[in-house]
C-alpha cells in the first residue's frame, strides 16, 4: 500500500484483537486456498472471520438441495470424470483436438442426492488442452494452490446449515438460476421455480433458524417478490444480485429500477464491485452513480468479490473483471484496501 492515514490505521490493528464480523462474508467459503462449497472451504473462512458463509444451492436429480456455485460445474469443481458417475453427466469428457478445446458438462440435476455426496471437492478450474481426464481436472489457476485439495467433503444444503449453525454464524443461501428448464425434469411436473424457492426456505424453517440470521440470494426478481409474499420475514432479509455493468447501455436503467425495488419491499441489493465504485477526473476511487442512488432510497449494498481475482498487477493488462471499473487506479494488491475502504465508508 501507499503510506497514508488509511495503511497507518491498519497497520495499528496488525495485531488485533481480531472477531468475525458480518462485513465478511465466506463467498463459497474460502476458496482461493480450499475446494469451494466444501465444509474445509466453509471452517476456513469461518477461521478468518467471516461471519456470514455462503452456500449456493442447486438441485439434484432426486430434487434434493446440494451447494455448488453452478448447476452444471461438476465437472470443473470435483472429481466425478474421474468416477464411473462421469457416464451420467449431460456431456462426457471430449478430449481436446483439431485445435477444439476439452470439454464436459456435469450437473447437479444429472445425479441424486446420495452419488453428490461420493465425490470430492476440487479447486475449480480446467485444462482445455486435456487430451485425458487427468489432465482435463487438473487445470487450478496458478495464484490459486491445491495444497488442501485432496478430497474437499462436498455439502448438502442441510449439512451447511448444521455446520454454520454449529459455528454460530450467519447463512447467505444464494438460489442458483436453473440451468435446466423449469419445472423440472419436464413441463407436466410441479417443481417449478416457486416450489425450489421455497424449499431454500423450507429447509431453514425446519431446521428452527432465525430469519434474522440468513441473507437468502438470487439473481432472479421474482424469486425475491415470492419470497416477500411467502415468507416475508426471510424475503425482507434478501439479497437482489444486480448487475448493473453487464450491459453498459443499460446502466441508466438499473440505477432508475433502484426506485421500483424499494417500493416493491426490496431492502438489500448486492452488485459486483464495478456496479459501486468509478472513478472520478483524478482517477480516484469514489462511490459510482448506483451506489449513490441505492444509498440515497435507503437500500443496504452488499458487494461481491473482494478476493477473487489474481495478482492485482495485472488487472489492466489482463481486463480482469472484478476491478474493471477503476483498473487505472489499481496498480497493485494493497490498491484493493483503498477499494474497500470507499465501499465500507461511502457506499
Known sequence: MDDGPLKSKLESCSEGPFRPTDMSIGHRGAPLQFPEETSESLLAGARMGAGILECDVVFTKDKKLVCRHAQCDLHTTTNILATPLAAKCTKNFTPAANGAPASAKCCTSDITEAEFKTLCGKMDGFNPNATTVKQYIAGTPTWRTDLYSTCGTVQTLNDYIKLVDNLGLKFTPELKTPEVPMPFPSANSTYTQAAYAQQMIDAFKTAGIKPNRVFPQSFLIDDLYYWLKSDPAFGKQALFLDEPTVNPAGYAAAVANLTTYKSKGITTVAP????????????????????????????????????????????????????????????????????????????
Open 272 to 347: 459486483s464491485i464495478p456496479g459501486v465504485l468509478s472513478l472520478d477526473a483524478n482517477n480516484k476511487i469514489v462511490p459510482s452513480p448506483y451506489a449513490k442512488e441505492a444509498k440515497r432510497l435507503g437500500l443496504d449494498i452488499v458487494v461481491w468479490s473482494f478476493e477473487r481475482s489474481g495478482p492485482l498487477a495485472t488487472v489492466n493488462a489482463t481486463g480482469e473483471y472484478y476491478y474493471s471499473s477503476v483498473a487505472p487506479a489499481i496498480t497493485k494488491d494493497g490498491d484493493a484496501m483503498v477499494a474497500l475502504d470507499v465501499m465500507i465508508r461511502e457506499c
